[in-house]
């Protein structure tokens, strides 16, 4: 491996993804701004191929080195604009009784990144797209190679996104031949802000028992160190939802405008996710209708929320692969010609359940995971009777994951079952990660597990709201406040 190479896109990916953070004003504490920046900047990294295409630069490894540079110093411009001296400071040290399910989860940190740097690329659409055209692209330094000689109609993998190409692109040239040790920068820095999120909802010794719930989660797991495309779009569709989240509590700009440009970078890693987006329109409808939303702002806000991610939609299939696929595009043979059976879409409802959830095969691929989560659910429903304001945004995004994918096998025929929708469901994993611990039941528990450690006289990390409602609503009633006084 070449230490000095991985160094250098280290670098450039944090560059790039703390001048993101800038350039949004997202307001993080340390650990999380370190995450977020780890995970932005892979992707923003990832288009130095191509650009060296887009301007007849050959794919070698100084082009990609000068390409990776320029894209580093346009996205430190707003650490430069907006310059802050920095501020160190320590992150709180993780309780005693943490270490136990840390040590744990380190060790599938490492055995991934282990996996991912010593096996070469096995999953059999990186062997006959990404990873193919990638290889093909560095041995003939043109991402237009000899590669499309051979007969691929079999496959339609090279007409995906070139997120994972150009990653591997770079990878081969500067670090290692098989690449792919760039995963381990986008699932160890999400499960690490997991962690600090579930952290601040709920006693530290819950959320660590949760946390290593998640990653033992044998199907999600295993696409931490297999190179496809769904485990990066589950990321940073979570992202996006938990800042449009953010924009539902704080009513902030910022917020809801990073939230549209991480929900186009996962539109970028999959491009029918541009679907699912949309259906969470009616979502902030209702917010905007009850905080009295005049209709032009509703309608720059419903425009901007949409054309963002649809941008990322047209970068990636009429620029990138239809200049660099030479071979004809035809989406609309994709769709399906059979819009009225709507059959389709029932028989999948009935299915998801059946075969990927309450069966021999669904314990396999998601483990307890998920029923875990529906126990909870009906646990919240029967006894509880009542859903704080998280929670209840928690479940309409599982919602739409859970009907956007029965009506994407209905739209589009190759989104089967076994593979694609089974995949799909990766997205409302983390989604109800986050709705455990906001649950009544672990919320009782966490408050137990506290009373006793003050009892006994035990270090007790105070649990203190992430997520509060505020906004023009809150300056106004402070407002009325002071007139008051």
């Not at 701004?33 to 288009?47: K, P, R």
């Not at 029923?371 to 304001?389: G, H």
């Amino acid at each position: 491996m070449n230490f000095a190479g991985l160094f250098f896109l280290l670098t450039a990916q944090y560059i790039c993804g703390r001048g993101l953070l800038r350039m949004f004003r997202a307001e993080l504490k340390p650990v999380p701004a370190f995450c977020l920046s780890m995970m932005t900047g892979v992707v923003l990294i990832s288009f130095a191929p191509c650009f060296l295409q887009l301007f007849h630069q050959p794919i070698a490894a100084m082009p990609a080195i000068i390409s990776v540079l320029a894209i580093t110093v346009l996205m430190s411009l707003p650490l430069l604009i907006n310059f802050r001296k920095p501020q160190f400071k320590i992150p709180t040290m993780p309780l005693y009784y943490e270490w136990p399910f840390l040590l744990a989860c380190t060790f599938f940190f490492l055995l991934a990144a282990w996996r991912s740097f010593y096996y070469p690329p096995y999953a059999r659409d990186m062997l006959a797209g990404p990873d193919l055209l990638a290889e093909f692209a560095v041995r003939e330094h043109n991402m237009i190679s000899s590669v499309y000689t051979i007969d691929l109609q079999s496959t339609n993998n090279y007409f995906k996104s070139p997120f994972i190409t150009c990653l591997q692109i770079l990878y081969k040239l500067l670090v290692c031949p098989f690449g792919q040790v760039w995963m381990v920068m986008i699932s160890i820095p999400f499960y690490i802000w997991l962690y600090t999120l579930l952290r601040e909802r709920i006693h530290p010794l819950i959320a660590g028992f949760l946390l290593f719930f998640f990653i033992t989660i044998p199907e999600v797991y295993s696409y931490s160190y297999i190179m496809l495309y769904d485990f990066d779009n589950m990321v940073f569709f979570f992202s996006g939802f938990y800042f449009l989240m953010r924009y539902l509590y704080k009513d902030q700009q910022k917020d809801f405008l990073f939230s549209a440009f991480l929900f186009g970078l996962a539109t970028y890693i999959r491009t029918e996710t541009v679907l699912m987006i949309t259906m969470l329109i009616p979502m902030l409808l209702l917010y905007f209708y009850r905080n009295h939303y005049p209709y032009l702002k509703m309608a720059k806000r419903l425009l901007l929320f949409i054309v963002i991610p649809a941008a990322f939609y047209v970068i990636n299939i009429d620029v990138f692969v239809r200049l660099f696929v030479p071979l004809k595009l035809d989406i609309s043979s994709q769709v399906t010609d059979n819009l009225g059976n709507f059959a389709i879409i029932l028989t999948r409802l009935r299915d998801i359940p059946a075969l990927l959830v309450f069966s021999d095969e669904g314990l396999k691929l998601f483990g307890y995971f998920i029923i875990s989560f529906l126990v909870l659910l009906f646990a919240e429903t029967i006894f509880f009777r009542k859903f704080n304001r998280e929670s209840r945004i928690l479940l309409y995004g599982i919602l739409v994951v859970y009907l956007g994918l029965p009506l994407l096998g209905y739209l589009i025929p190759l989104v089967d079952l076994t593979n694609t929708t089974k995949r799909g469901l990766f997205k409302m994993l983390p989604l109800m990660l986050l709705f455990m611990s906001n649950s009544n039941s672990l919320q009782y528990l966490s408050g137990r597990i506290a009373a006793w450690q003050q009892k006994a006289l035990l270090p007790v990390k105070p649990l203190q709201p992430v997520l509060k409602p505020g906004g023009n609503k809150g300056k106004e009633i402070k407002a009325k406040g002071r007139n008051m006084r």
